[in-house]
């Protein structure tokens, strides 16, 4: 069954600290995968798209690594900052089809 | 860019209700997409369209829910009747190209916060 999960639910860390956030799936065969952002009360926002040949991409200070082999992808935040508090999804496609299948997201939350 | 634009952003309604959402996507995107996200499940993918045509619903729930796409530039999601189950935040969203293999992000509205009671 194609699955994505994410860790840790929730975490909670200071200002100006990193973090990172984990992906697992076991969507197969797989073409790409995204980070989103979600901001409360908003729709997610694009952060990041890796296809199975790339094993890193980033994004001003977000980072995203991709291990195609263990099927692991992690998000990694540096110098948080408040405006980092979100959730973030993490979205895998399968190769000739349509299917998106989304994570249910990692609770971010930056205090001062 | 105005984005992809929904309404209402907020809706209270009595089980049994019609309901009726609204999103308009960006200019030029041909493809649509309506989403559904609650705490538990996350986001579920209802029913995409490309230039207007619907190309799946398996994930509309039941009969109760249905959409349309009259034209490029407005699409309409409607429950009738509602239930309480249905309470959830629905996300309308567009892309220009659309698969797999696409490296096209999928541009979301600020969604519609549903609550049926």
């Known amino acids: 069954k194609n699955q994505v999960e994410q860790s840790p639910q929730s975490l909670i860390i200071l200002e100006g600290k990193n973090c990172t956030l984990q992906?697992?799936?076991?969507?197969?065969?797989?073409?790409?995968l995204r980070w989103y952002k979600q901001d409360t009360g908003r729709g997610p926002v694009s952060l990041t798209i890796?296809?199975?040949?790339?094993n890193t991409k980033s994004n001003g200070r977000y980072t995203a690594t991709l291990d195609a082999d263990t099927k692991q992808s992690s998000l990694h935040i540096t110098a948080s900052q408040l405006s980092d508090s979100a959730s973030y999804i993490c979205?895998?496609?399968?190769?000739?089809?349509?299917?998106?299948?989304f994570g249910t997201g990692t609770r971010l939350k930056v205090l001062a | 860019d105005a984005g992809v634009i929904q309404s209402p952003r907020h809706e209270v309604t009595e089980m049994g209700q019609e309901v009726t959402l609204r999103c308009k996507p960006i200019?030029?995107?041909?493809?649509l997409f309506w989403y559904r996200q609650t705490m538990m499940r996350g986001l579920e993918l209802l029913i995409y369209?490309?230039?207007?045509?619907?190309?799946?619903d398996s994930g509309m729930p039941e009969d109760r829910f249905s959409a349309k796409m009259p034209n490029a530039s407005f699409s309409t999601l409607k429950i009738q009747p509602s239930e309480p189950r249905d309470s959830a935040v629905y996300f309308c969203?567009?892309?220009?190209?659309?698969?797999?293999?696409?490296?096209?992000?999928?541009?979301f509205g600020d969604g519609t916060r549903l609550s049926i009671l």
């Open positions: 969203a567009s892309t220009r190209y659309f698969s797999s293999e696409s490296n096209q992000p999928q541009h």
């Open positions: 992906c697992n799936y076991t969507v197969s065969p797989f073409s790409n």
């Open positions: 890796m296809t199975f040949s790339e």
């Open positions: 979205v895998v496609s399968v190769v000739g089809t349509y299917k998106y299948i």
């Open positions: 200019s030029g995107h041909d493809y």
């Open positions: 369209f490309n230039n207007n045509v619907p190309i799946d």
